[in-house]
């Protein structure tokens, strides 16, 4: 079956920020091994398209609305959604944003974090200015996440697999 989604994208403040129109051809969708009806595809569909809204959700200006709007779409369309850019980083810098990305969660907003949600550039601005209060966090989980590999390679000593 074919399927047509149109959405307007609108900010509550900034007005009107797009529009997609999804089309799908789609013949069977199961959920926990039952197939779904049309009505159920066409939600999740919809559903699917919310990540667009989520991404402007914090937007200070329509500008910004709008551009975080074509970024998220831009990676949809590219097929680039959720996957880091750029070359790799330390694993300092991983764990900081981690880290830094969970105070701003716990600390914000829903509208607030979407700023933040998907965008480690911004999470890292965020720990910048904030270094002093976030890096002992940092070098905890750092600290942590070194001991957890000491005891998963002494317990890989411990026993050998046949294979």
């Known amino acids: 079956m074919e399927y047509n989604v149109k959405r307007e994208f609108a900010h509550k403040t900034h ?5 997609v129109h999804l089309t799908a051809d789609v013949t069977k969708v199961t ?3 039952k ?5 159920s595809v066409e ?3 919809n559903f699917a398209l919310q990540s667009l809204q989520d991404a402007y959700a914090g937007a200070k200006n329509e500008g910004e609305a709008r551009g975080m709007f074509e970024k998220k779409l831009a990676a949809l369309v590219e097929g680039t959604i959720g996957l880091r850019t750029g070359t790799s980083v330390s694993e ?4 900081a944003i981690s880290v830094t990305r969970a105070i701003l969660k716990a600390n ?3 509208e607030a974090f979407a700023k933040y949600k998907d965008d480690d550039d911004a999470v890292l601005a965020a720990f910048e200015k904030n270094r002093d209060k976030v890096q002992p966090h940092v070098d905890a989980r750092i600290a ?3 001991k957890e590999r000491e005891r998963k390679a002494k317990l890989a000593k411990g026993f050998a697999l046949d294979i």
């Open 144 to 146: 942590e996440l070194r």
């Open 108 to 110: 914000l907003t829903a």
């Open 92 to 95: 300092e810098t991983r764990v």
């Open 35 to 39: 197939e779904i009806p049309s009505k």
């Open 15 to 19: 007005g009107q920020i797009g529009q």
């Open 31 to 33: 959920i926990a091994g």
């Open 43 to 45: 939600y999740l569909l």
